[in-house]
T-cell receptor, first 114, second 115 residues
Framework: DTTVKQNPRYKLARVGKPVNLICSQT?????MYWYQKKPNQAPKLLLF???????READTFEKFQSSRPNNSFCSLYIGSAGLEYSAMYLC?????????????FGHGTKLSVL | AQKVTQTQTSISVVEKTTVTMDCVYE???????LFWYKQTASGEIVFLIR??????ENATVGHYSLNFQKPKSSIGLIITATQIEDSAVYFC????????????FGSGTKLTVEP
């Protein structure tokens, strides 16, 4: 099974409320990523876990949290959603030590904040 | 500064023709890896083809091939015998050898294949 699964596919959230998105993979990949994708823009890396180590991009450091309780599972948490968080959130995984290894992406979760 | 640039925002072609999508990248690394992905209508991002910087031969997979021009920091995607199902947004991406963790994406080119 070479798939990355994301739940839910669509998420509606209210401004100021928390949001939790879930991702899983069964390929035993050591690295899991979260990207944010807005229309007509490049996917933007938010953070990634290499094994149990979380790395967050500097410009989104305070906006997103994540947890990875085991190798297969990774979540993305928004403490207080704002309108600007409306986007597609893409989870991906790979084996970090293989430098030319491609990323495997999930179908994404489309988040709409109202 | 943008590390990966796709200047073509959209392209429209007739079915069964050949299309080329442009991509230029910027890196100081001597070793790097270039990828093309496709985003389908459902939003899923699918890997298509890869070029390692140290390989001189252009990569080819099915009806996808690459035009790697290293001196120009350019990696074009060529789709031959296009089909309606090829309609999608195509993203170019780069990973530098000095930083495996980050995959830099371009902003994408929307391809429409018409009958």
């Amino acid at each position: 099974d070479t798939t990355v699964k994301q739940n839910p596919r669509y998420k509606l959230a209210r401004v100021g409320k928390p949001v939790n998105l879930i991702c899983s993979q069964t390929m035993n990949h050591d690295t899991m990523y979260w990207y944010q994708k807005k229309p007509n823009q490049a996917p933007k890396l938010l953070l990634f876990y290499y094994d149990k180590i979380l790395n967050r991009e500097a410009d989104t450091f305070e906006k997103f949290q994540s947890s990875r309780p085991n190798n297969s599972f990774c979540s993305l948490y928004i403490g207080s959603a704002g309108l600007e968080y409306s986007a597609m959130y893409l989870c991906a995984s790979s084996i970090r030590q293989i430098s030319n290894e491609r990323l495997f992406f999930g179908h994404g979760t489309k988040l709409s904040v109202l | 500064a943008q590390k990966v640039t796709q200047t073509q925002t959209s392209i429209s072609v007739v079915e069964k023709t050949t299309v080329t999508m442009d991509c230029v990248y910027e890196t100081r690394d001597s070793s790097y890896f270039l990828f093309w992905y496709k985003q389908t209508a459902s939003g899923e991002i699918v890997f298509l083809i890869r070029q390692d910087s140290y390989k001189k031969e252009n990569a080819t997979v099915g009806h996808y091939s690459l035009n790697f021009q290293k001196p120009k920091s350019s990696i074009g995607l060529i789709i031959t015998a296009t089909q309606i199902e090829d309609s999608a947004v195509y993203f170019c991406a780069m990973r530098e050898g000095s930083n495996y963790n980050v995959l830099y994406f371009g902003s994408g080119t929307k391809l429409t294949v018409e009958p």
